[in-house]
Structure formats: structure tokens, C-alpha cells
């Protein structure tokens, strides 16, 4: 049984707590049953090059592992900015037969960070990401590539991750069809801004998808959302505690 959920990636991370997005590191707003680490603006293909050692020095300090759950929020950004990014640099004109090699070779460098985690003797989820957004080309907004071909490379991800899960006996997660409206575009309802999604509902989304399952136990989001609450009274309380000295000195 499951009993503490980790979720560590890019700013992504965050958003399942609710912690400030441009924070690097762990997330305020972490609590007992459900906590966020961000090791900042990173690529599935660049993770065991650039973030690895920050990730694994995060985790050994995890007590019993074995009841913890990772999750590595990776994939939104990839298929929104890197691989499309890639392949137009490697004049592949957004084409997706093309495109899936490079999607293959960002989910190989992530298939090895799982691989890497797990033995750590952790439970380890793998994360479809999160549709891309219905916005055009924007270089500015870190928007590459028309939105087609971006919703395609994230169905070829969700696609190769999920087999890669089913073949290891990984959980799989992938909020991507409940996130679409009837028109098959992104429902904005959900999202905080153009890519990040809103706490609540994916915090929900993840503890109700792992309580069906019967990965954690009955009552979950219940008992997260009281430690939120608690931990929130406690900040509050302390920060009232620090002004009245300084009322004094």
C-alpha cells in the first residue's frame, strides 16, 4: 500500500501542491501524503545529464521507499517546446513519422531514469503529461510547432510510456482524455495558465485515480486536504508569531 506520493520534475512538479511554480526544490505547500520537487526547466532528454545527482541526493533522504510513490512530471514541455524544437532543427518539417524517432529518444533517457529510481526500491509512476495547448507557433510563449503536430507527439508519448509501464509493471497515469472538452481541445477550465494545470483538480485527479486502484487507501484526498489546511493554519500562525516581536524589538 501506498502511503506518501512524490512527484518531482519541472515546474509541472508544483502544480500537483500548489506551490509557487518559479521555486526550485521542494514545494511549500508539501505535505505528509503528497509533496513536489522542481529541479527546474528540464527535458526527459537531459535529465540524467543535468538534473540526476539533485534528483537522487532529493530521494535518498526519503525514509522507507518502498511505500513511497515517485512521479516524474515530465512530457508536457517536451512535446510543447524540445522535440518539436529538435526536429525542425534536424529539418524534419514537422513531419510525425519522422518525429516519433526523436519522441523515442527523449522517453529513452526517461524509461532510464524510471529504471534508476525503481532501484532505489521505490513504487514508481509513469506520467503521460498534459494535452499541449491550442495556441500557434510562438517562440516568445516557448510555443514550437503548429498544434497538430504537438498533439501528436504527446499521443505518441502517451502511447510508448504507457507500453513501456504494462511491460515493467509500472503504474501508468494519463489525465490527457479528461483534460480535452467535447471539441477535443484543451478544457481551459483546468488550467491555471496556458500549460499548467490547476492544483485542486489535479491533485484530485491523482489521488482518485491511485484510490480506485486500490494503491492508497479509501479517504486519501480527504486526509491530504486536512494536512493543507493544517499546514497552512501552522504557516499562518507563525508568520503572526514573528510580527508581534518584531512589534517589540
Known sequence: MIKRLVVIGNSHAHSFTGSRLSNFGKGQWSTELLSSYSLGPVSAKTFLTSKWKIAEQFLSQIQDPSSTLVLLSLGENDCRWYIPREADNLQMKFDELAAEKVVKEYLSSLFEVMQRVKSMGFQIAGWAGHPTPDLPND???VIYGPYAFRSKLTSIW???LSVFCQENDYIFLSPITSLLNES???DKSKYVDEWHLDPAWLSGYLIRS???DGRIRK???LIY???L???RIQLIFLKLKRDSKNLFF
Open 139 to 141: 517562440h516568445d510563449k
Open 158 to 160: 502517451d502511447h510508448d
Open 184 to 186: 477535443g481541445f484543451p
Open 210 to 212: 491511485l484510490e480506485s
Open 219 to 221: 479517504g486519501s484526498l
Open 225 to 227: 486536504k486536512f494536512q
Open 229 to 231: 489546511v493544517t499546514k
